[in-house]
């Protein structure tokens, strides 16, 4: 029999699509709402486990609190004022908003529902393709611009991996980057004893606001960077609040990046592995619930506020009838 299966749920209105690989005791399941991953368990010494901090039901998938595992298109986390100037022209994505409130963050499809274009188990996986022509011209306020996008799971003996494919449907040059918003749960403790290992040379300094600071400014060698902030070498998070990107990354030999999390008392080990771009780690502590229990790793094809940045616009332009793939996943294991 088969190891991969597929099938499909429901919480409350929303469609859930779960993938299921019976020789790992692994199972995921994924929401159209958003192309939200809401659910990654697998059987830990004979007990089912929850490997994330995601949406616990439809209410909160609704409301959305803490972006919990967002998909982030066009843009992913902050841009600065929610304004951005891009090929001459400025753009305002909040046009009837004043003073402290104005913040656009991560993207515009939190709250899409996505159509399932396809989905089937087979012998390698269980694969489901999510797809949405949202983004379009007049759809949100300050982005005139027309994306298609797919966002494609599969879950495999490696664990779950993420392609997401963004075509530029429109007549002119847009601005568009991935990124992605999953929070990990590597124990039942609190995250101070859970080891964290972060493969990159540089951090990301950033204002108060966290957007990063101009130009060269922005990067911050490890080797100059505060000491609890190193995580170049796996070591426990401890009391240190962490809520900052890392650039530079330093790929394995499969030509990939992984951030890790461990609980050093289970063994269990969460990498989150892409192939590119910057990784922002958050350790939950200004969330609304369960502070300090779980850990973001979020993957990123360009930095926050990257639409206002010279040195990322050739990462984000995206010419007319072209489309750009970005990969990420977890893998899960015992160390």
């Known amino acids: 029999m088969d190891a991969f299966h597929i099938e499909t749920t429901h919480w409350g209105s929303h469609e859930i699509v779960v993938l299921r690989d019976t020789r790992q005791n692994r199972c995921v399941c994924v929401a159209r709402r958003g192309a939200t991953v809401v659910s990654f368990e697998q059987s830990i010494d004979g007990l089912m486990r929850q490997l994330i901090d995601g949406y616990r039901d439809g209410a909160e998938l609704d409301t959305r609190p803490s972006s919990r595992f967002a998909i982030m298109v066009p843009f992913a986390n902050r841009i600065d004022d929610a304004r951005y100037a891009f090929d001459g022209r400025n753009y305002d994505t909040q046009p009837n908003v004043q003073g402290a409130e104005r913040a656009m963050r991560h993207g515009f499809v939190r709250g899409v529902d996505f159509d399932v274009a396809s989905a089937q188990a087979d012998a390698d996986g269980a694969h489901v393709v999510f797809t949405t022509s949202a983004i379009r011209p007049g759809a949100f306020p300050g982005y005139p611009f027309a994306i298609d996008l797919s966002i494609a799971y599969t879950l495999d003996a490696n664990g779950l ?10 007549d002119s040059v847009a601005p568009c980057f991935f990124g992605w918003h999953p929070y990990f749960r590597a124990g039942d403790t609190d995250v101070d004893t859970w080891e964290l290992e972060v493969p990159a040379t540089h951090l990301i ?30 070591k426990p998070i401890g009391p240190t609040k962490i809520d900052n990107g890392y650039a530079h990354l330093i790929f394995d030999a499969d030509a990939r990046a992984r951030t890790r999390l461990r609980d050093p008392a289970s063994g269990l080990r969460i990498s989150m592995w892409q192939e590119r771009g910057v990784v922002l780690v958050f350790t939950a502590d200004t969330i609304t619930r369960d502070v300090r229990r779980s850990v973001a790793m979020e993957p990123m094809e360009s930095m926050s506020n990257a639409f206002n940045r010279a040195d990322c616009a050739d990462t984000v332009r995206l010419q007319p009838g072209a489309e750009r793939v970005f990969r990420c996943g977890v893998e899960i294991d015992r160390t």
């Open 161 to 170: 991996s993420l392609q997401a494919c963004m075509r530029n449907a429109g």
């Open 205 to 234: 300094r950033t204002t108060s606001d966290n957007i990063p600071l101009p130009g060269a400014d922005a990067f911050q060698s490890l080797n100059d960077a505060p000491p609890s902030l190193d995580f170049r070498k796996p």
